[in-house]
């Protein structure tokens, strides 16, 4: 319906459900009837996201209700948080404005104390202060006020129970409101379930003291084996003080084997990590290491398709959720898991509309959200939908009323930009220094050396310059408009993998900094020409090695994925590329860098068919990754290689032999595997880089004489 006059709004009593409106639209007017508070502010929500200028792009008569009880979100007013943090109450009260817009019925926020600084210097006001103020902003709203409370002291010492208690009654006294606690198994915290269960009991009690209708819910985060048998056995006990359960990151179990285990006994809502993007719940299948090593865990990362399906793995026999956030950067997923919850059929596209409609103000915005998640498939040197993604963002044309958000957009897409052209460049100036050094033994070893460092000083593509200017001018927008902390020393943010990733968007993407360091220590040896030779092979081509970078996935062939993100949406069973926290400007070759891994009791396994029978081999193995110390054990074929070893130092190369029994078929598995029932986010298996080398035949081998 199209309007050319003056349209009254009326809102009229119902009986209704307490989340249900209707709305009725006439030539003159339109009539939202609802009961309460929270069902008004949808139903203005549903006129926000129909309403194309002065078209209503919705039915004469609409009844709405939600599907789920339970929607909410996180807000972390903390210093890790990527923007949060510095924003004042006005700003922190229009967000909550928007998600009771979108459908939201619980905001969820951070304790002031957390695994965190106990302040921010970015912060406006003092964490208690401010945690007050947007309390009292969500009850005026009619929305839950619902608090994260984990708990960090150590209960076997005497009287740090008596203190929590202590600690969380003086809180709660001077709260206007609080509907629900949630008080997380680990991350953070590490209390064991013998003392979680009764200190999580005396904090109810003095929590119904003062809210006596709130709800309090533990999750089965951070436990091992053991510590999950044990909260299920606390479990077993129906504790009545308890509510529900809330499954989120860093659990050992699915969601299957939660619907399982609890069967029924207590509500389950699911916490699910919308932040992230690698170390991570629902980590990127398949994620490129030029993108991880730049943009990093936390960068603006919409999801239309794998939000769809992380809310059909996660959804069913569940009341709801409350989505675990760090800021703004998953704004678009965030809006998605409002609208599912609401319906949970809506199309990724008809959210984007209703996302284009409320913040964009240009239909032409429908198309990003896909279009950014497809900027991340496959390797970006060779993606030219990249480019085709900048413009089409570039060409939008907001509404002048339209926020920060259409510069989350814009960020985005200029980073993947840079990041494919400056990928581009660095792929081709390592190609020709390494097959330059390839020549080594042909043309000397230090005429190799001088057209190596020209290939690799070879300046970066016109185009670089601008995108990099560009994104620079949208980062300080963002966070002039939404306080959003895209680099340490520009903006203060904590922390680079917290969001921060301007200040990696000119890291090294190739082995300049190893390989310069390399040739300088080859021309002081007499063998320079060979060492030189092996520099330009990293592959060991000469020795027909069977190689695998692992942790890109363009060059892995051998890496046995799994059932895959559709089927395994948390990769409990799947193979995961990822990378370290280091970069190639230290020294570290990107195929050390990225890695594969597997979760809990899931095997890094490489499979390898075609072999020779009766060629004896050798596997050579790049232990290398992030800075855990856990041990691993290799197997092959089933028998084992060598027993559980931890890694010497942050990087490590082991050699082992490979009995010529395991592949008399021609076939081979390999797989490493960690010690069993280890908790936590159950990483730290992890394998860089791989080379199973063919043996010259000896003269007492069967094939010798073949």
Partial sequence: MCWEKTVTIRFAPARLAPEAFTITTSRDAITIRAATTRARLYAAGYLLRHLDHLTLTAPPYVTEAPAMAIRGTQIGYRAKNNSYDAWDVPMLTRRIEDFALLGGNRIQFVAPVSDDAATSPLSPLPATETLIAVASATRRLGLDVALFYPLLRDYGKPGSADAEVADFTALAAKLPALD??????????????????????????????????????????????????????QLAKNPRWLSAIFVGPQTRDGIEAHRARIAGRYPIETYPDTAHTMHAQFPIPDWHPAFALTQGREPVNPRPAATTRIFAYLAPATRGFVTYSEGVNDDWNVTQWFRLGWHPATPASDIAADYARMFIG??????????????????????????????????????????????????????????????????????????????????????????????????????????????????????????????????????????????????????????????????????????????????????????????????????????????????????????????????????????????????????????????????IARWAGEDYALPMRLTGGGVELHGFRARQGDRETVETAIPPSLT???????????PPGIGGGGRGHQIAQTWLIPEPFAPTDPGAEQ
Avoid: C
């Fill in 664 to 674: 008399a078929d021609g076939a081979l598995t390999l797989e490493w595997h960690r």
């Fill in 362 to 619: 240009d239909m032409a915005f429908v198309a990003v959200p896909e279009a950014l998640e497809g900027n991340w498939r496959g390797d970006p040197s060779a993606n030219a939908g990249i480019d085709a993604t900048a413009r089409l963002v570039a060409d939008l044309r907001p509404a002048p009323w339209a926020d920060w958000r259409i510069d989350l957009y814009r960020y985005r897409a200029t980073y993947d930009a840079l990041v494919r052209h400056r990928l581009i460049a660095a792929k081709a100036n390592e190609s020709e220094a390494r097959w330059t050094l390839r020549q080594a033994p042909a043309i000397g070893a230090e005429a190799t050396v001088a057209a190596a460092r020209f290939a690799y000083a070879r300046p970066e593509p016109a185009i670089v310059a601008p995108l990099r200017a560009d994104l620079t001018a949208i980062a300080d927008r963002l966070w002039t408009r939404a306080r959003m902390q895209l680099s340490v020393p520009r903006y203060g943010a904590s922390h680079w993998e917290r969001g921060a990733n301007l200040d990696r968007a000119d890291i090294q993407l190739n082995d300049r900094t190893v390989v310069e360091a390399e040739m300088a220590e080859a021309l002081t040896r007499p063998d320079a020409a060979a060492r030189l030779y092996a520099i330009g092979d990293p592959w060991r081509t000469r020795d027909m090695a069977l190689y695998d970078d692992l942790g890109d996935p363009t060059a892995e062939p051998h890496l046995v994925r799994g059932p895959g993100f559709d089927a395994d949406p948390q990769s409990m069973e799947s193979a995961i590329d990822g990378v370290a926290d280091h970069i190639p400007d230290q020294g570290w070759r990107m195929a050390d860098l990225s890695y594969a891994e597997g979760l809990y009791e899931t095997p890094v396994r490489l499979r390898y068919t075609g072999l020779e029978r009766g060629r004896r081999y050798r596997l």
């Fill in 180 to 233: 629900a606690l949630y008080i997380p198994g680990g991350d953070p915290g590490h209390t064991a379930p013998d003392r979680l269960f009764p200190l999580a009991q005396r904090i109810a009690t003095a929590l119904r003291q003062r809210f006596a209708k709130a709800e309090v819910l533990l999750s089965t985060q951070g436990f091992d084996a053991a510590g999950l048998d044990a909260f299920h056995a």
